[in-house]
């Protein structure tokens, strides 16, 4: 048991200096600042090599004899000057004074074997084939790829790269895994010079990427006010205070006092550039990291990815809500937050578990650089438009269907409908106005509860019935969108014209293949199964006549059509059927407007799916 907590013991002390430090992590002259001096003297220019330590005791012999070498060679150099140039000689050992070590020096070049579980991904290039298949759409893929591997070169160069994470855990297992003391000293060592290294990124980082200019805070000019100075004789003799003055330079005191870092003594708005907004860009991105990691984490509560752990939050927030104490707990949870940090910060265990997770491709990735890392440099965009872009599709499409409902709704596109939802919404305000208040918070954090346990878990996983588990869309129900006004407002016409025509042409000819009830919507010349031909289409279905020999390919009735889509670069037209069957023209120069004649025409309902 002893044994165990000390192995305990050892490893939280290891896994200390891991986070930011404090403005007084150098309070004391540890040997962070004092080895770097040691080894500088006169003329010794600052090296980044003693933050950092080799993978492996040949690399660092090797880098020791170079150093020696150097050395050796500068001595030689230095000894020569001094015969041919003495005055040069005098005028050194008169200056001669130690050279200050470079603050929070740069990283060096990474080893090659920076992976801890599984190798890094084969970064391939674009197939022969696909190239000549499609040209166009490689060379872009080739080309956003090389884009997203200039921002992953950056991200991993600037902040803490994944190579450092590694060979500070390698350091860490050295420590653990050393047979006697004298190793164990000298693994602790490296694993503090790592753990420097480490703090010296972080500044790095900043001081490099986020910091383009800065400006001198001007010094304190305002005294505190004394009230003998703002005392001011009358014509009677009698003094009187000017208490506005004497407010005003109280003001000015405590703003330059307390607050002179923070006024930005250029009032006009930063200029745009491209560095600007990467620096802006590239912050943005970093400091989300953890909230991306806390949307994960929500999203696999709501989803009920693992069904007990949903159970229990569920169970606590039912809780809560019986005990109205909801806000209460939502702010004692974030002081236990912030306290857990300060009492269990994180620790090399805790990197290692990141590391295993960033480099298996398998598990889902919780923040933008584990998924970098997972990927490849060249294969992030790729997984991350794969992954994502088809959800991030949805939502854009569903947050415009939302606006254009709101508008509909405000200019009674739908009078019918907008009424409806003018009448929920006047029992809406009823409710909250005559309904206590606290009775109102209750019912919204209910409501709450059942979105997020409920509704939000039909969405994610069953995405064809997200509209149904919407309340935005209840309240707004069947208000059109655009698409939905268009559609509708074309088959209002095409029933007046069709009246129209079916009057003034009652009687129609058996050369045209008419049949009786039809109306011809036109004749429009492209090409299917490999046939050169005309595309006749009628107000109740297709059919595609070859134009050598006329002979019928083809025909298809509207009430059979599951799926009517524009496919190709703006001249192609594909029809699907209740059996699975496509129907696909191509070379059709009017394609638009033979998609709209169907759908207008037609008379049949139809739901927009892209």
């Known amino acids: 048991m002893a044994s165990v907590e000390k192995s305990r013991a050892t490893t939280e002390h290891l896994s200390q200096g891991l986070d930011r430090a404090t403005h007084a992590v150098y309070d004391n002259a540890d040997r962070h600042l004092v080895s770097p001096l040691r080894g500088h003297h006169a003329g010794d220019p600052p090296s980044s090599s003693s933050s950092y330590s080799g993978e492996g005791g040949g690399e660092e012999e090797g880098r020791s004899k170079l150093r020696l070498v150097s050395k050796k060679l500068k001595g030689i150099k230095t000894k020569t000057n001094g015969i041919f140039h003495p005055a040069d000689r005098k ?94 000293s000298k693994a602790t060592d490296n694993l503090e010079d790592l753990k420097k290294a480490r703090q010296d990124s972080f500044v790095r980082w900043t001081m490099d990427r986020h910091i383009l200019a800065v400006r001198r805070v001007p010094p304190r000019m305002t005294s505190w006010p004394r009230a003998g100075d703002f005392q001011v004789k009358g014509e009677n003799g009698k003094g009187h205070m000017q208490w506005l003055d004497y407010g005003h330079h109280l003001l000015r005191y405590h703003v330059e006092h307390y607050g002179d870092s923070h006024i930005d003594a250029n009032p006009n708005l930063p200029t745009p550039s491209e560095e600007a907004l990467n620096t802006s860009l590239e912050r943005l991105i970093m400091i989300s990291t953890p909230y991306q990691m806390l949307l994960m984490k929500i999203r696999h509560i709501y989803r009920w990815d693992d069904p007990r752990e949903t159970s229990q939050y569920l169970a606590v927030y039912t809780v809560l809500w019986a005990l109205n104490y909801i806000s209460g707990a939502a702010i004692l949870a974030l002081i236990w937050l912030v306290i857990k940090r300060r ?48 959800w991030l599709l949805l939502q854009l499409e569903d947050f415009a269907n939302v606006l254009e409902i709101w508008r509909n709704f405000y200019e009674w596109r739908e009078r019918r409908r907008t009424t409806i939802s003018l009448v929920l919404l006047t029992f809406l305000w009823l409710a909250v106005t005559m309904v206590p208040l606290h009775l109102v918070i209750k019912i919204t954090q209910f409501n709450f509860g059942v979105m997020f346990f409920g509704l939000f878990p039909i969405a994610t996983r069953y995405p064809q019935y997200r509209l149904l588990a919407s309340p935005m869309k209840w309240l707004f129900w069947r208000v059109p969108t655009d698409a939905e006004w268009a559609i509708a407002r074309l088959q209002v016409e095409a029933k007046h014209r069709k009246e129209a025509m079916r009057q003034a042409d009652s009687k129609r000819t058996e050369e045209d293949g008419e049949k009786e009830g039809d109306v011809s919507l036109g004749k429009y010349h492209c090409t299917s199964c490999s046939h050169h031909g005309d595309l006749q289409v009628y107000s109740d279905g297709v059919r595609y006549v070859s134009a050598v020999r006329k002979n019928l390919l083809w025909e298809l009735k509207f009430e059979d059509v599951s799926l009517l889509q524009k496919v190709g670069a703006g001249e192609g037209l594909l029809f699907v059927d209740t059996k699975d069957a496509t129907f696909r023209v191509s070379g059709l120069k009017s394609r638009n407007e033979v998609f709209t004649q169907i759908i207008g025409y037609s008379g049949l309902r139809w739901q927009v799916s892209g």
């Not at 584990?370 to 990927?375: F, N, P, V």
């Open 91 to 184: 005028k050194k050992k008169s200056g001669n004074h130690t050279t200050a070590p470079l603050l929070a020096p740069p990283p060096i070049a990474e080893a090659q074997n920076d992976r801890l579980f599984h190798d890094a991904p084969e970064q391939k290039g674009p197939d022969f084939k696909e190239v000549l298949k499609n040209p166009i759409s490689t060379v872009q893929s080739a080309f956003h790829g090389a884009s997203g591997a200039k921002f992953a070169d950056t991200m991993d160069n600037q902040v803490i790269a994944h190579g450092a994470e590694v060979r500070l855990v390698r350091a860490y297992d050295e420590v653990m895994d050393a047979a006697s003391e004298e190793e164990k």
């Open 343 to 390: 009492l269990y910060p994180p620790t090399l265990e805790d990197i290692r578990e990141e590391i295993k997770r960033s480099e298996d491709a398998e598990m889902t990735p919780l923040n933008i650089t584990q998924l970098i890392e997972q990927h490849g440099s060249h294969g992030w965009t790729d997984a991350l438009r794969h992954d994502l872009g088809p």
